[in-house]
């Protein structure tokens, strides 16, 4: 791992009642090269043509791949990633947002805040998730 994690976790054990599988942790100590992500939506980075699509599964898939993307565009890769905020405007599409996360941050353990928003600036987009990496020294 190329950071120290600090208290990792699974969403699994500290949220029982709800279906998610997220490796997560309490705080990141990183050092070297940083990485601000915009917040990345449902849509295409080269066009920013959104992807044609309401389903929260299909929204986060192109928010990480985004994500994903950029970060190793930055020279990094995604075990690199530290911390992520997402935010939805629906409090009912947690679980399969953070489920469909969960696959592309598995065994990263980056720390994470969610947040209910009213809306986001398009109105078809469901989730937005802000990311921040750091390539170590």
């Known amino acids: 791992m190329a950071h120290t994690r600090i208290r990792k976790f699974n969403t699994r ?8 599988d997220n490796d997560l942790c309490q705080a990141v100590v990183a050092r070297g090269t940083m990485i601000f992500l915009r917040g990345q939506c449902p849509q295409d980075l080269d066009t920013a043509r959104n992807i044609g699509s309401h ?3 299909e929204q ?3 928010v990480m791949q985004n994500i994903r993307q950029l970060i190793e565009e930055s020279g990094g890769r995604m075990e690199h ?3 992520i905020v997402v935010y939805l405007t629906d409090v ?4 399969a947002v953070y489920r469909t996360m969960g696959e592309y941050i598995k065994g ?3 720390v994470s805040t969610g947040v209910v928003v009213t809306a986001l600036a398009r109105p078809d987009w469901l989730v937005e998730i802000d990311a921040t990496a750091m390539i170590p020294d």
């Open 92 to 95: 009912r599409h947690r679980e």
């Open 60 to 62: 986060t898939h192109k």
């Open 81 to 83: 990633l530290c911390k």
């Open 108 to 110: 990263v353990h980056p």
């Open 55 to 57: 389903d929260p599964v």
């Open 13 to 20: 054990d500290t949220y029982p009642e709800q279906k998610l």
